[in-house]
């Protein structure tokens, strides 16, 4: 990612402050970072690039499979759970290489962009060619997602992940040998090879219990602890999952991670949809995250999530796009809340700001930067804009402009993303991919012709 401008100033018309929003505020930004922010500014400063609608934190998206946005669509004919959409997910993934797969997260995160997204956790356990043989350069796929981010303009934390296994006591099979580097030494060994800066993070994922054996669990966690690094794991998002977990080991998902080392501050469980009250207890107490993704966990009717619980028993909460069978935090966030009111039958569980809040400053957080998603002097000059003057927004008071986004607005309302004190996207329109939709459709072409 280039060098950001030695300086900027901004002009926010609207600005969400973290609980409020705030018309007329100035941000001076100087080496990519929030330097002053000033506010009760009526008009622009000569000179200042104007930033109109509502203006909140850059949005993180916690948990990503880019190539899964290959899928869209596809996967939507006919019926089926989860394991039958798996099939189809595979046979995607072993069509694709290094160049196919830089060309399509390049795109996949171009979209993101604008969107309002500025950082994404990339779960990648795309690690080898089609029948497990390790490319001349081990990290050959990752770091070509690292490159499609950059080039995208966001910025990416790469969970590496362990995938080892096909299910518990099972051998990969023959379309998850690409996934697999055998044993978690060897992964470790591998995935020490990968280099992070301020753009991209290098993080630790175990793909799931059933996809790393117990007695292995531990080296995952131990190589994050030791480069105090993010590690995120897949978990309970299947009943059949917890059911094969209890028949191999007499225990839950949950209680087999916390008797490993895993859970902790800087661990993120993805999903957490199927609990038992003992395992909310354990991820709280620990203070492990969730991370919810509710367009990705209804499209597979994987189920409704106790995230209410989670957080009140102390466990962050966050949100991904993860398949992508839509790429709008917007739509992540109020189906949070909206899901909830379906179980329960209650309206309210979440404020505009609270929902905000999982989807950028704890996203941050989760992917290793606690610094943004704050518009805040030190943090990161990184920033969405959303327009109030669409369709969806247009109408509710100024004081209203954060309910009025989380519960009407989506991804085609952003206006602006600026990362690092540079616009990605300006007026709608991405800076350095010229024309998203064309470059997606290509990439997901090239993979089917």
Known sequence: ????????????????????????????????????????????????????????????????????????????????????????????????????????????????ALAGITSVGEFHYLHHAPGGTPYENPNAMGEALIAAAAEAGIRITLLDTAYLAAGFGEKPGRQQLRFSDTTADAWAERASLLKGDDHALIGAAIHSVRAVPAGQLATVAEWAEEREAPLHVHLSEQTAENEACLAAHGRTPTRLLADHGVLGRRTTGIHNTHLTPEDIGLLGSSVTGTCMCPTTERDLADGIGPAVALQRAGSPLSLGSDSH?????????????????????????????????????????????????????????????????????????????????????????????????RHIVRDGHHTRVQDVPAALASAIAALHG
């Open 325 to 421: 069978a839509v790429i709008d935090l917007f739509e992540e966030a109020r189906a949070m809340e909206l899901n909830e009111r379906l179980r329960t039958h209650v309206r309210g569980h979440w404020t505009a700001s609270a929902l905000l809040r999982a989807a950028s400053a704890t996203g941050h957080a989760a992917l290793g930067r606690p610094e943004a998603g704050i518009i805040e002097p030190g943090a990161p000059a990184d920033l969405t804009t959303v327009a109030l003057d669409s369709v969806r927004t247009a109408g509710p008071p100024p004081r209203l402009a954060a309910e009025a986004v989380v519960f009407a607005a989506s991804a085609a309302d952003v206006r602006h993303t600026v990362v690092a004190g």
């Open 1 to 112: 990612m280039p060098a950001a401008p030695v300086s900027t100033t901004y002009w926010l018309s609207q600005a969400w402050l973290g609980g409020h929003v705030e018309p007329g505020v100035v941000l001076d930004v100087a080496g990519g970072r929030i330097t002053g922010v000033r506010t009760g500014v009526g008009t622009p400063p000569p000179g200042a690039a104007v930033l109109r609608g509502l203006t909140l934190p850059g949005l993180a998206n916690t948990h990503s499979h880019a190539f899964h946005r290959a899928l869209r669509g596809s996967v939507q004919v006919g019926s089926g759970t989860f394991w039958t959409w798996r099939e189809l997910m595979y046979g995607t993934a072993s069509r694709l290489t290094p160049d196919t797969y830089y060309d399509l997260a390049r795109a996949t995160y171009a979209e993101m």
